[in-house]
C-alpha cells in the first residue's frame, strides 16, 4: 500500500504515528512522510545566524528519526510555527494536494482536529481538504493520531475517541530510538513527551485492546 502522513512539525509524526509507520515499512508499504512546519521559528528570540543554525540542526535530526524507522520518502516544508492560522487554508491545501496526487496513498494519517495546537488543527483540515473524496481519489481511509501534550489538552467539544488501534509491540523501541533522535524535543518525566510517559502511553494503550503495545487513532473518514 501507498501511505501518507501529514503532520504539522518535526517530531510529531514519531510522537503520533513512529510505530505504525516502523510497522507499515516492515509489512512492505510504501510510507511518504510530510512535515509542513519549521517547528522552531515560534520559540526562537536569537539572531537569524542563529536561528537557521538551529533550524538546520532541527531538519537533521528530522532525517535521521526518519532513517531510524525506515522512511526514505521525506518531505519537509517550512510553514511559520505556531502561526498556520494566519494562512489561508487553502494555501496549505494547496502544498498537500499534488503529493496526494503524486503519492496515490490508501490511507493518510494527521492530526486530530480538536488538537490545542493550532498548527494540528489547521493541518487535519488542510489534509481532509486535499483527500476530499472526489471521483478517481485513491484515499480510502484517513486517521487521525494522538500527539501527547497536544490532543489531551484540547477542545473538550471534540475529544479524542480512538477506534482504531495499531499493535506496535514489535516496533515500540524502534520509535523511542526515533524520537531520541530529535535532541531538543523531548522533556523530563513526568512530561507528556518524556520517554518514560511515550512508552507507558503505547503499553496503556495497548492493554486496552489486548496486546503488548500500541498507538491510537480516530477513524475520520473510510471508503469499503
Not at 538551529?54 to 522512511?71: F, M, S
Not at 490532543?151 to 530510538?177: H, M, R, S
Not at 522533556?187 to 518524556?194: D, K, T
Amino acid at each position: 500500500m501507498n501511505i501518507l502522513v501529514v503532520v504539522a512539525h518535526p517530531d510529531d509524526e514519531v510522537l503520533g504515528a513512529g510505530g505504525t509507520i516502523a510497522r507499515h515499512l516492515r509489512d512492505g508499504d510504501h510510507v511518504a512522510v510530510v512535515i509542513l512546519g519549521s517547528g522552531l521559528s515560534s520559540r526562537l528570540d536569537c539572531p537569524e545566524q542563529l536561528m537557521r543554525e538551529d533550524q538546520e540542526a532541527l531538519q537533521g535530526d528530522c532525517r535521521q528519526a526518519a532513517a531510524i524507522l525506515g522512511v526514505r520518502d521525506l518531505r519537509l516544508r517550512d510553514l511559520p510555527d505556531n502561526r498556520f492560522d494566519r494562512m489561508d487554508l487553502l494555501d496549505i491545501v494547496k502544498i498537500i494536494e499534488p503529493i496526494v496526487d503524486e503519492v496515490r496513498p490508501e490511507v493518510v494519517y494527521t492530526h486530530h482536529p480538536g488538537d490545542l495546537n493550532i498548527d494540528h488543527q489547521r493541518t487535519a483540515m488542510a489534509t481532509l481538504t486535499a483527500c476530499r473524496p472526489l471521483p478517481g481519489s485513491s484515499v480510502r481511509r484517513i486517521l487521525a493520531m494522538e500527539i501527547p501534550s497536544a490532543t489531551g489538552w484540547g477542545d473538550p467539544a471534540q475529544p479524542f475517541v480512538p477506534n482504531v488501534y495499531v499493535n506496535i509491540g514489535d516496533v515500540l523501541a524502534c520509535k523511542i530510538e526515533a524520537m531520541s533522535a530529535y535532541r531538543g524535543e523531548s522533556r523530563p518525566f513526568p512530561h507528556a513527551r518524556s520517554f518514560l510517559s511515550l512508552e507507558a502511553r503505547a503499553h496503556a494503550w495497548g492493554c486496552q485492546v489486548g496486546v503488548p503495545a500500541a498507538e491510537p487513532f480516530v477513524l475520520l473518514r473510510e471508503i469499503l
